[in-house]
């Protein structure tokens, strides 16, 4: 049996409605008193510096940058790959990403396993999701509002790549999980408990790690035919197939067996038998009649007889029932 045509299905999505977002305190239209500035101290100067070093540089597969989801504030996030073919995101993603819509987990979960395991174009890259440095405290609780807004939904968000791909942002927890269990980490890579998972479709061969595809096994044809064997239009030209793999032995005997018997001598030449012949039963003769001139006549001849017999033979004249006796 040939193979299967590969069937890639892409989960529908839902748009975004309108969403009323939090009152959020702006700090340009709130009246305030101005207060005098101070001057910078060295312990400002110093907190400010070990802040800058904690920072973590950006990989260079990494993504940084602005994402807007519809009715929330706009995110700035760090998408980092950890599994899967790791492509780099830096070439997937634009510089600002705008969520379209929204997708139920298991659709993600199928979609990816589904990806994986059996696509020969598409593959699969996951990706860490958090708040971008750069962002400050701000980005982080965007983030938290993000993941708290699809969470209550069951959702995951959809993007799209700038290779026409698609980009998943889905919640931590057990969903997140079942993906992860379909699509391995990078080895010595662990997932951080924060943030949101990212599941990003991209053509096969994006990243370095590309999955070999193992090809599904052809069916087994049945043990009584060769799948090899064309019969010909002449029947007299006609090979007879090899026979199974099984019954090879026991040919082979049957075969040397067959060779060794003399053949049989030729049938001589029986001419046909002659055509069957039929026979009607035919009724007997009717018994014979006599006219009343053929009876007188045998009496005068009995008579004419004993007339020409010696005297002490003659015997008495004989009558009609005497010649019937006769």
């Not at 400002?44 to 519809?70: C, F, R, Y």
């Not at 090979?239 to 049989?264: C, D, E, G, K």
Request: glycine share 6%.
């Amino acid at each position: 049996e040939e193979e299967e045509e590969e069937e890639e299905y892409e989960p529908e999505y839902e748009p975004e409605p309108e969403f009323v977002a939090e009152e959020e305190y702006d700090p340009e239209v709130a009246e305030y008193e101005p207060e005098t500035a101070a001057a910078p101290s060295d312990d400002d100067e110093n907190a400010e510096k070990e802040q800058e070093e904690e920072v973590t540089p950006l990989a260079i597969d990494g993504w940084e940058g602005k994402v807007s989801v519809h009715g929330l504030p706009d995110q700035f996030l760090r998408v980092i790959p950890v599994g899967g073919e790791c492509a780099s995101l830096a070439d997937l993603l634009s510089e600002s990403v705008s969520v379209k819509g929204r997708v139920d987990y298991k659709a993600v979960q199928s979609f990816a396993k589904q990806v994986h395991h059996n696509s020969t174009s598409r593959a699969v890259t996951l990706a860490h999701i958090s708040a971008a440095p750069s962002g400050g405290d701000d980005a982080a609780r965007a983030l938290e509002k993000l993941i708290k807004h699809y969470r209550e939904r069951k959702r995951a968000g959809l993007a799209q790549t700038t290779l026409g791909g698609e980009f998943y942002l889905v919640p931590r927890g057990s969903n997140a999980e079942k993906v992860l269990h379909y699509v391995p980490l990078e080895p010595g890579q662990t997932m951080p408990s924060d943030g949101m998972l990212g599941v990003v479709i991209h053509p096969r061969g994006t990243g370095p790690n590309v999955k070999e595809i193992q090809p599904r096994a052809a069916k087994r044809p049945a043990e009584d035919e060769d799948e090899d064997y064309q019969p010909t239009d002449d029947p007299s030209t006609a090979v007879p197939p090899p026979p199974p793999a099984h019954n090879q032995y026991l040919y082979q005997a049957q075969h040397v067996a067959h060779t060794n018997v003399p053949p049989p001598p030729p049938l001589r030449n029986v001419p046909p038998p002659p055509p069957q012949q039929h026979f009607t039963q035919v009724p007997p003769p009717p018994p014979p009649t006599f006219a009343g001139a053929d009876l007188q006549a045998l009496i005068d001849a009995q008579q004419r007889q004993q007339q020409q017999q010696p005297q002490g033979q003659q015997r008495r004249r004989p009558g009609a029932a005497d010649f019937f006796n006769a």
